[in-house]
C-alpha cells in the first residue's frame, strides 16, 4: 500500500500525472474510486482484494478527463480495457500511466501501450474457473430454456441503464437506446423495451467486452448480464480466434470487414 | 384519530391476509428473489420476507409504475380518438411489511403529483392503497430516516403500523380510517396491547445532520461549482439511485403504436446527462456536477420551499444501488458541514 501511495505522491509531485485515479475507503467494508489530486491526499489510497471497479471507466468521462493527464491504479481487467480503448481510438498512446500493484504490495508503473501489451500478455486473461462452470450451467440449457431464462430475467430490468453507465466500453455520446429518428429501441421498460435494450447492448460488447464484470455488479435488479457477455466472449474466442484487449491496435471481430472474410453477406 | 394499540398473534395475521385476496384486494410485500428481496405480489404472510434492512425497489411501484398506460389513441382519417383509462379497473392494493420511512415517502409523491393540477391516475392508485408498515428492528450504514423527521418506529403514512414482539406477536397500531377498515375482519382476535414495549424493538438510528442545518447551507451553496465537482466527480449519471427512490417521480412520455396505440409514463432520471437536454442542442446542466446538485437541491431545498415536504426519507436505497458508491448520508453530511 505504502509502495502505491509513495508512487502517486512522486508522480503528483513532479507533476508527470495531474490526477491519480485510485481506489479508496468506501461504505462499510467496500471500496470506491478516489481521485487523488495532490501528495498530500495519496493517503487515501488503498489496494485489496475488495477493490473490483473498473476504473478505466472514468477515462471516458469528460469531468475527470479534464482534470488533465491520469494515471489510473490497475486490476487485469482495467489493463485490457486500457488497450481495448486505444484500438478503439478513443485514447492515444502517452496519454494515460497505469499502475498496477502486485499481491506483495509493490507496484508497475506502466507508461505506454506497448508496456502494458507486454504486461497483459502474461496475466490470465481467460474467464476464470468459476465463470466457466457458471457459463457450462448455462450452456447446458436448451433454447426454449434460456429464452425463459432472459425474459424472466429482462422483466425485471428497471432500464436504468447503471450497466451502460458503469461499462468502460459503453462510452457512445449518444446511445442507440436514446437514438428517436428513427427510433431503434423502445424506451419504455416494458417486456419487449427490455428485451431489444438488453440484446442491443450485449451485440454492441460482442468481441469488445473485455469482462471486467461491472455491468453486472451495477445491475441494481441483479440480472446476470455477464453471463452474455460471458457467452459472446467464448463464442468470439472459438470461431475467430480472437480475445479482446490484447494489442492497442487490433481487428475487431464484429466491425472488421476484409475482402477475404468467410462470409459472403457483406460483399 | 387517535392511534389506537392492539396487539395480533401471526396466526390472526395469516387468516387477514386470507381475507384481504378473498375481498379481490392484491398483497404487495417484500419476498426473497433470487439473492435480494424485493417487492412482489403474494399470496400469504408465509411467502413474505420481514428480516431484510430494505428491498432493493421502493413500494412506489404501487402508485408510479415505471411503465404506465395514460390513455390509448386512434387516429382515422385525421380524426383522432382518445380512450382515456378506465380508473374503476385499478386493483384495491395493501402494501404489506413496508419500513415506516416508505410509508413516509408518499406524502412526497402526493406533493409532486397533486401539485397544481391533480394527476388521476396518480390519485386514483394512491386512494387504493392501505399502507400496512412495518417497525424496522434492524438498520445499516445507509439508513438516516432519524436525519429526514422519521424514525425506525415511525407511523406517519401507514394505515397500520406493525412491530414484529418475537413469539409470533405483533403490536398492531392502527393509524387511520382506512387501517381501521382493513383489520374489521379480525377485530375479534385483536388482543389489548400487554405492555408491550415497542422501543425496545426498534432499531438505532444515530441522527446524521438537522434539515435546519441542511437548508441554511443548500442555497448559498448552490453557486459553489467546485463543491459539486468534488462531491460528484465518481458519480456515472445512470438512473439507478432514482429509480429506486421512493420519492423520486421524474418521468418521460412516449407515444408507441403509430396511428392507433398508446400513450405511455416512463420513469426519468435527472441523473442521465439527457434530462436536461434541449431540442436547440443547449443542455443547461451538461456536467455531472450539476445533475448532482440538481438531486439534492430538489430533495432538501426546493421540494421543503415549495411544497412544504422534503423529498427524502433516508431509506438510503440510492446508496445501496449506486454502482459507485454514492453514499447519500455522506454527502448530506458534508452538505451540513460546507462552509459556502
Ligand atoms: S449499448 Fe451500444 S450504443 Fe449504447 S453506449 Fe453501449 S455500445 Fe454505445
Ligand atoms: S443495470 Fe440492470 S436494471 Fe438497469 S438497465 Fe441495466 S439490466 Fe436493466
Ligand atoms: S434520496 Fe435516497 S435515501 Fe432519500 S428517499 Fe430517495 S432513495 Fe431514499
Ligand atoms: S449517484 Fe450512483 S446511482 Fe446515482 S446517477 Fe450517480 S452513479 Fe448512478
Redesign the pocket.
Known amino acids: 500500500m505504502e509502495d502505491l501511495r509513495n508512487k502517486a505522491r512522486e508522480l503528483l509531485a513532479a507533476k508527470a500525472v495531474q490526477v491519480v485515479v485510485g481506489y479508496g475507503r468506501g461504505t462499510g467494508a467496500s471500496r470506491r474510486a478516489v481521485f487523488i489530486q495532490s501528495a498530500a491526499e495519496a493517503g487515501e489510497l488503498l489496494f485489496d482484494n475488495a477493490c473490483r471497479q473498473n476504473l478505466a471507466v472514468y477515462l471516458m468521462k469528460p469531468e475527470v478527463r479534464k482534470l488533465g493527464k491520469m494515471a489510473l491504479v490497475a486490476i487485469p481487467a482495467t489493463l485490457r480495457t486500457i488497450l481495448q480503448l486505444a484500438s478503439e481510438n478513443q485514447i492515444q498512446d502517452l496519454e494515460l500511466l497505469a499502475l498496477v500493484p502486485d499481491a506483495s504490495g509493490a507496484v508497475t508503473q506502466l507508461a505506454t501501450f506497448a508496456a502494458i501489451e507486454a504486461h497483459v500478455v502474461l496475466q490470465d486473461n481467460d474467464l476464470s474457473a468459476a465463470e466457466k462452470g457458471e457459463l457450462q450451467k448455462y450452456e447446458i440449457m436448451g433454447m426454449e430454456q434460456r429464452r425463459q431464462f432472459w425474459e424472466e430475467h429482462f422483466s425485471r430490468c428497471l432500464k436504468c441503464y447503471a450497466c451502460r453507465a458503469a461499462c468502460p466500453l459503453c462510452y457512445c455520446s449518444r446511445c442507440t437506446v436514446e437514438c428517436n429518428q428513427p427510433q431503434w429501441i423502445p424506451v419504455p421498460a416494458h417486456d419487449l423495451g427490455n428485451l431489444e435494450w438488453n440484446i442491443m447492448r450485449a451485440m454492441h460488447l460482442a468481441g469488445r467486452c473485455i469482462n471486467c464484470g461491472d455491468c453486472s455488479r451495477a445491475c441494481p435488479v441483479g440480472i446476470p448480464l455477464h453471463l452474455l457477455n460471458q457467452k459472446l466472449i467464448s463464442e468470439v474466442y472459438t470461431h475467430f480466434n480472437s480475445r479482446s484487449g490484447m494489442a492497442a491496435k487490433a481487428d475487431h471481430a464484429m466491425s472488421t470487414f476484409k475482402p477475404n472474410d468467410a462470409e459472403d453477406f457483406i460483399r | 384519530m387517535a392511534i389506537e394499540t392492539t396487539s395480533i398473534k401471526r396466526e390472526t395475521l395469516e387468516k387477514l391476509f386470507s381475507n384481504w385476496l378473498s375481498e379481490g384486494k392484491r398483497i404487495l410485500a417484500p419476498k426473497k428473489l433470487g439473492d435480494h428481496v424485493d417487492f412482489a405480489l403474494v399470496g400469504s404472510l408465509a411467502e413474505v420476507s420481514l428480516d431484510q434492512v430494505q428491498t432493493v425497489q421502493s413500494p412506489k411501484i404501487a402508485v408510479f409504475p415505471r411503465v404506465e398506460e395514460l390513455l390509448a389513441f386512434q387516429s382515422t382519417d385525421g380524426n383522432v380518438q382518445l380512450r382515456e383509462r378506465d380508473l374503476a379497473v385499478l386493483p384495491e392494493t395493501v402494501i404489506f411489511g413496508l419500513r415506516p420511512c416508505d410509508a413516509a415517502?408518499f406524502a412526497s409523491l402526493k406533493a409532486i403529483f397533486d401539485w397544481d393540477t391533480p394527476d388521476k391516475l396518480f390519485s386514483a392508485r394512491l386512494e387504493k392503497i392501505t399502507v400496512v408498515g412495518l417497525s424496522c428492528s434492524r438498520a445499516d450504514e445507509y439508513c438516516f430516516c432519524t436525519s429526514v423527521g422519521g424514525g425506525p418506529g415511525a407511523a406517519a403514512g401507514s394505515d397500520i403500523l406493525l412491530t414484529d414482539m418475537g413469539r409470533e406477536d405483533f403490536l398492531l397500531e392502527i393509524i387511520s380510517e382506512k387501517g381501521r377498515q382493513a383489520v374489521r375482519s379480525v377485530s375479534a382476535g385483536l388482543q389489548p396491547d400487554a405492555a408491550m414495549d415497542k422501543e425496545s424493538r426498534l432499531a438505532r438510528v444515530t441522527p446524521a445532520f438537522t434539515v435546519e442545518k441542511i437548508s441554511s447551507v443548500l442555497a448559498a451553496l448552490f453557486d459553489d461549482a467546485s463543491f459539486w465537482e468534488k462531491q460528484s466527480l465518481r458519480c456515472l449519471g445512470c438512473g439507478a439511485?432514482a429509480y429506486?427512490?421512493?420519492?423520486?417521480a421524474c418521468f418521460d412520455i412516449q407515444d408507441e403504436g403509430g396511428a392507433s396505440g398508446k400513450r405511455l409514463r416512463c420513469w426519468d432520471s435527472c441523473g442521465f446527462g439527457l434530462f436536461t437536454l434541449h431540442t436547440s442542442g443547449h443542455n443547461p446542466r451538461p456536467l455531472q456536477s450539476q445533475r448532482w446538485r440538481q438531486r439534492l437541491m430538489h430533495?432538501f431545498s426546493y421540494m421543503p420551499e415549495r411544497q412544504s415536504v422534503l423529498g427524502?426519507?433516508?431509506?438510503?436505497?440510492?446508496?445501496r444501488a449506486c454502482p459507485v458508491d454514492m453514499n447519500?448520508v455522506e454527502h448530506m453530511r458534508a452538505v451540513a458541514e460546507a462552509k459556502p
Open positions: 415517502a439511485c429506486v427512490c421512493p420519492t423520486c430533495k427524502c426519507v433516508g431509506c438510503g436505497r440510492c446508496s447519500m
